[in-house]
């Protein structure tokens, strides 16, 4: 049949169905390079689009921030916040980029690089290390070029900012004014009504129980739990099943033998007479005899090495020292001078001046360590570890792409993958979304959380993504083994539950009850002490606090008494407030003194003679937080204005279904 139809379209019939056939492909060519894909803007800042990728990564790495300084694991009812939050801070953080750039500020490269140099992690022995740089950036899946280009931008928002921040202006009467609020003093007394003392004192009957339970049925439900089945993958697993032999070895022992090899060092002297780049022929000959003239004086021991050096040496940086370089390696000096160094023998003086583009040199080699290459089996068990480590790496991200094709193409097991890279499938037993696990367990990690609830593996009962999990180079894949629904407790078993809940309820609608009453009658002028004594109750001794007071031992109180005006004619200021413990408390407020200004000398240095005023460090301390207050609010003001002026498009329901 091929056979006939080939035969069939040799003539000019054949040519035309090629044409017609070929034209669709060739538009749809055309239309994918001049639109290709993209990913998904979810806003755009002044015509600069926003990622959708960007903004997922951002997203995840406020989410791992929020979830460990809450110390949560379940962060799921927070999400349209935090996805809310993540976007404006990219818009803001993309208008300071513009705003930077139309200001012609720039990062340079060097800027650049200190800054990266001073990150602890990429430094080794106190020194910045570009393998160490490269390995740490590789094990967070990141790149140097993309990290720097990150870098570049985060430090030229932060440019612009510090710009704006740092050159705030506070005079002293705001000085004083901040000082006198800060350390302004309160005179308090306080009662406390407590919730037990109404507690014992309610009833509650059956049908109040069975109406809380029928209209808080969330509060009374077993958590919903799942238990999985999941296959991981770890390049660590793989380094201990990579056979390495001998002859392989030594082969990678040669390949990197300078790994292994210490270059030689010296230790030397010199004596520097300049020349500068533009002397003429006279000048560098009259140099060349100054340096032979020294030479000659140390030679005949008319002065010694050192002394000619302090007396004559252009290099200030070590003539006080005699001369001394310290110890450096190989590259470290300009060539002719470390030839020169070389072809010297320890307490060797150079023969003659070295001449350099700086100038000529005397030199005078004081100590040398040679170049020492390490044996092969000084280094023979590191080297097979890494080696190991270097071989499971490539075998790694090769079972890596194995295990996510095989879970994507056999998405209701796991055994295509457990078969194919002969890895063994594990289980969990039943666990809820809050569960907390044991560090470092399969569990502790909260992806693997997220993955297990979620609707592919939950609702449709498919294999997961390949997971990457928190350890470096570690991935699974998983799927749901059993389900268990959350389900409503019997009555019975949550009975007592729900008592003691509607006691404190109604305890506490007792305490504020009371509370308001009392707080009505000494609004109205009545005696506290009588009043008091009526209901049994016993205020506490007047004290003076602070904003920051912590002897009160109630901050809801303390920072209540600091929102109350001010008492006129020594009449007292009443308050109440429900505290987070379900009391409630009267809050006295007697009188208010401003904060007392720090002399703005302290104790002086020296003797009583001749001492010397030095500044209040508090009075510095309190001129700095002013600085910084009025120059962050400087800045936000100037931020929103710039919203205001930028063409800002938020694509909301692109947000929204990411939320889904």
């Known amino acids: 049949m091929l056979q006939g139809m080939r035969a069939g379209i040799q003539g000019w019939l054949g040519w035309a169905l090629i044409v017609i056939i070929s034209i669709p492909f060739a538009l749809w060519g055309i239309q994918e390079y001049l639109s290709p894909s993209r990913d998904i803007a979810i806003a755009e800042v002044n015509g600069v689009e926003i990622s959708n990728q960007s903004f997922e990564q951002a997203f995840d790495q406020q989410k791992r921030q929020l979830r460990n300084m809450m110390q949560q694991a379940d962060l799921s009812f927070m999400d349209a916040q935090i996805r809310q939050d993540t976007l404006n801070r990219l818009i803001e953080q993309e208008i300071l980029l513009q705003t930077a750039a139309d200001h012609g500020m720039r990062i340079g490269d060097m800027m650049l690089a200190q800054r990266i140099h001073q990150f602890p992690m990429f430094q080794q022995t106190g020194m910045f290390s570009q393998p160490l740089y490269e390995q740490a950036l590789r094990t967070q899946g990141m790149n140097p070029t993309g990290f720097e280009f990150e870098m570049r931008r985060s430090l030229l928002t932060t440019q612009l900012q510090d710009g704006i921040t740092n050159t705030a202006f506070v005079s002293p009467a705001e000085v004083t004014n901040r000082m006198q609020l800060e350390k302004q003093q ?27 339970y029928q209209e808080h049925p969330d509060s009374y439900k077993t958590p919903e739990q799942v238990s999985i089945e999941y296959i991981e993958l770890s390049q660590a697993d793989l380094a201990n099943t990579q056979n390495i032999s001998e002859d392989t070895l030594k082969a990678q022992y040669q390949e990197r ?11 030397a002297k010199h004596i520097l007479i300049e020349v500068p780049t533009d002397a003429t022929a006279d000048k560098v000959t009259e140099a060349e005899k100054k340096a032979t003239d020294i030479l000659g004086k140390i030679k005949s021991k008319e002065k010694t090495f050192d002394e000619m050096a302090k007396e004559f040496s252009s290099d ?89 094709d095989l879970a994507f193409e056999n998405p209701n097991s796991l055994q295509a993958i457990a078969d194919t890279l002969k890895l063994p499938i594990k289980t969990t037993d039943l666990f809820a979304k809050t569960v907390v696990a044991e560090k470092d367990s399969f569990l502790s990690n909260q992806k693997v959380i997220e993955a297990a609830f979620s609707p592919q593996v939950l609702d449709n009962r498919y294999n997961s993504e390949v997971l990457e999990l928190d350890k470096p180079q570690h991935i699974a894949v998983i799927r749901l083994k059993e389900h268990k629904p959350a389900q409503l407790r019997p009555l019975e078993e949550v009975k007592a539950d729900i008592t003691t809940q509607l006691k404190q309820d109604k305890g506490r609608k007792e305490a504020e009850k009371l509370g308001g009453e009392l707080l009505a009658a000494l609004q109205k002028g009545e005696n506290p002490d009588a009043l008091f004594k009526k209901y049994e109750l016993q205020a506490q001794p007047a004290q003076w606090i602070e904003r920051q007071n912590t002897t009160l031992g109630h901050p809801d109180i303390v920072r209540e008494a600091f929102k109350m005006g001010h008492p006129a004619d020594k009449q007292a200021l009443y308050q109440g407030i429900a505290l987070n413990n379900g009391d409630y408390a009267l809050i006295i407020l007697l009188a208010v003194k401003a904060g007392e200004m720090p002399n703005i000398v302290t104790a002086t240095n020296g003797t009583a003679d001749n001492a010397q005023p030095t500044e209040n460090p508090e009075l510095e301390r309190l001129k700095t937080q002013a600085k910084r207050a009025l120059g962050d609010t400087v800045f936000k003001q100037l931020l929103a204005e710039m919203k205001v002026s930028a063409n800002i498009v938020v694509h909301q329901n692109r947000l929204v279904e990411r939320t889904q």
């Open 186 to 212: 309160r005179s308090v007394s306080y009662l406390t009504i407590p919730t037990s003392r109404f507690v014992d004192k309610v009833s509650i009957d059956d049908a109040e129980i069975n109406k809380y």
């Open 257 to 267: 033998l300078a790994s292994f090899t210490t270059s030689g060092q010296w230790q």
């Open 316 to 404: 200030t940086s070590n003539k006080d020292k005699g001369g001394d370089l310290g110890w450096f390696g190989e590259g470290f000096m300009v060539k002719p001078f470390e030839d020169a160094v070389k072809a010297m023998k320890v307490g060797d003086l150079s023969d003659k001046p070295v001449k350099t583009q700086f100038g000529f040199h005397l030199i005078q080699l004081v100590d040398a360590k040679p170049t020492v290459t390490k044996p092969f089996e000084a280094v023979r068990e590191e080297l097979l570890k890494k080696v190991q480590q270097e071989e499971a790496e490539q075998a790694f991200y090769a079972h890596a792409e194995q295990m996510a």
